[in-house]
């Protein structure tokens, strides 16, 4: 037969297991949260960072339309400052004679 102080010894290490355990799952509960919590976060950000790569490159394709724009008009403009520098030689042509 155990005796009072055996007994009591048992019911309280049963007592410690029982609470080591109910603060494990306190901990397994809170760490499921925090991984939840984080996955949202990085599902996010990943979803952030897809959304300025498209946007990146979105921007780019328009650099590059609106440069070789920018180098169309340039042409564009040699050429009508051609045109009037040989329009003024003609009529410096016509004054002359």
Known sequence: ?????ARAEEIDSLASLE?????????????RQEKE???KLFE????????????AV???EQ?????????ELKAER?????RIEKLLGQMDMLSAT
């Open 37 to 39: 919590t984080i996955q």
């Open 19 to 31: 609470e080591r355990i109910h603060r494990a799952v306190q901990l397994v509960s809170q760490l």
């Open 63 to 71: 650099n590059k339309l609106l440069s070789q724009e920018v180098d």
């Open 44 to 55: 996010e950000a990943v979803a952030e960072k897809e959304a300025g790569d498209k946007s």
């Open 78 to 82: 040699r050429q009508v400052r051609s």
């Open 58 to 60: 979105e921007l780019r």
């Open 1 to 5: 037969m155990a005796t009072p102080t």
